[in-house]
């Protein structure tokens, strides 16, 4: 069974090139994946939630 890989908002920002304040505007428009609650002050994205929302931008832009 694989091992489910997470980031944590920085390693977010880093990957998508974009805020804090940005991703979590994109959120509140359900324009980014919504990251999962791991203890009372974190939160972390599924890595495929990420990537799928990222490939998802690029083919927006081929059209």
């Known amino acids: 069974m694989d ?10 920002m880093n990957r998508v090139a974009l805020g804090r304040t940005s991703i979590y505007k994109l959120m509140e428009c359900r324009q980014f994946p919504r990251p999962l609650r791991m203890g009372a002050k974190s939160v972390n994205w599924r890595v495929r939630d990420v990537e799928a929302w990222m490939r998802q931008k690029i083919c927006d832009r081929a059209h």
């Open 3 to 12: 091992q489910e890989e997470w980031l944590n908002v920085r390693e977010v």
